[in-house]
């Protein structure tokens, strides 16, 4: 009996046992051997983590590095140079991969940063309008008497996706990095320095002032001006100022001011361009270039004599002049302070100067006649006398400016 007592104890022993192993074994080995999961002797970016464990070490870090995430990197094109902080450009300690390499036995554990593209596409996206530029069509120059073509330059865009990747990969690499180069994509100029082949010098220069005290008219001349600025007029062609210029509106930033129209002020949007066209009409006059179609206002105007002014209406009255020389043609036009300039180069005709008349009849109080005449002399002697056309002034009554 006895003995059977003790084959059942046995038995007992033996389960408890066996249950006691197999708990054992199902449990974690770091909770088997308390110290495993503690780190052994390790600088983590220079923080010492040494014993501890893992999850400690990762609060350790997060706090001591933390400050590493608000020193400011430099962006730059090689001349520009802008400070962001490491956060704003999605940059964060990559902690799990510096525990890792100090588990795997490294005694010195470099400082790693690991990098959010979304946040660094978003960080760099308002930097575009900052380190873009426009291109620059190649350009006529005057220094004294002398002309040069200067070669035009290529739009800089600035590439916000190969730059977010390009950073990335520095970032990631080399957490000391401190100078971080922009990625750009760039787009030639409409024309090369050989559309200019052929312009020798200035054919013409004309300006006038406006009144810089009318804000409105005074932006309208120097939005126009601008456009008008370095258009070529190849050999053979016919320029149109309405095409050029396009439609004047709002959106195309214009504003409205005083005009003259049927013989009456009133407003419309582009008030002023009218200043613009005159000076370009008599720059092409002095050019000797032939004017295919004009018009003059219904009023005279205080700006130029009577009979050498130009008027312009959208899809109505519009400036042609067609480029019947053998070079391009370039235009340098400009509106600063209170003057309105046009210069015209092209193929310089040696000794040749060209003048402007107009014969005028009052015929009553409120109508004008003007002849205008162009007068081209060679080594001082006459050798053209040509009409350019007959500006009828009609206007009523009631006009005043």
């Known amino acids: 009996m006895e003995s059977e007592r003790e084959i059942v104890k046995s038995f007992h022993c ?65 001349v520009k140079r802008i400070g962001h902080k490491r956060r704003e450009l999605g940059v964060k300690l990559a902690v799990e991969k510096m525990i890792a390499l100090a588990k795997q036995g490294q005694k010195q554990v470099p400082l790693r940063f690991t990098v959010d593209p979304h946040e660094m596409r978003a ?18 120059i005057q220094s004294g008497t002398k002309i040069k073509i200067v070669a035009g330059q290529s739009a800089r865009t600035l590439d916000v996706e190969a730059t ?46 406006y009144n810089d005290g009318n804000p409105k008219r005074a932006h309208n001349i120097r939005v126009a001006s601008s456009m008008l600025n370095g ?17 004047r509106s709002h959106e195309h930033g214009y504003l409205t001011a005083n ?18 066209t005159g000076v370009l009409f008599n720059a ?24 050498r002014d130009a008027t312009l209406a959208w899809n109505h009255i519009d400036l042609k002049f067609k480029n019947n020389t053998s070079a391009p043609l370039y235009i340098a036009y400009s509106a600063a302070g209170n003057k309105a300039s046009a210069t015209l180069y092209g193929a310089a005709v040696p000794g040749r100067k060209i003048g ?22 060679r080594n001082g002697k006459v050798i053209k006398k040509e009409k350019i056309g007959t500006s009828d002034y009609k206007w009523q009554e009631d006009f005043s400016e």
């Open 356 to 377: 402007l008349s107009v014969d005028a009849k009052k015929l009553d109080d409120r109508h004008i006649v003007a002849l205008l005449y162009r007068i081209i002399k």
């Open 164 to 209: 977010a990747s390009r950073l990335a990969a520095l970032l990631e690499s080399k957490a000391t990095t401190q100078t971080l180069p922009l990625v750009f994509s760039k787009k030639p100029p409409k024309r090369t320095i050989a559309d200019l082949k052929g312009i020798t010098g200035k054919l013409s220069h004309f300006e006038k002032a």
């Open 259 to 276: 005009v003259i129209a049927n013989g009456k002020l009133a407003e419309g949007i582009g008030g002023g361009v009218s200043q613009v």
């Open 14 to 78: 033996f389960g408890v046992f066996k249950g006691v192993l197999l708990l054992l074994l199902a449990l974690p080995l770091s909770a088997q051997e308390p110290g495993r999961d503690k780190l052994g002797h390790v600088r983590v970016a220079g923080v010492d983590v040494s014993g501890l464990p893992a999850e400690q070490a990762r609060q350790r870090l997060e706090h001591r590095l933390a400050l590493k995430l608000e020193q400011k990197l430099v962006l730059t094109d090689g």
């Open 284 to 307: 092409v006059l002095l050019a000797g270039l032939p004017v295919t179609e004009y018009a003059a206002h219904s009023h005279p105007v205080a700006y130029l004599p009577v009979g």
């Open 123 to 140: 960080a760099l996206r308002p930097l575009e309008a900052k380190f873009s530029v426009p291109a620059r069509e190649p350009r006529v």
């Open 231 to 247: 258009k070529v007029v190849p050999p053979g062609e016919t320029f149109s100022l309405n095409e050029m210029l396009g439609e």
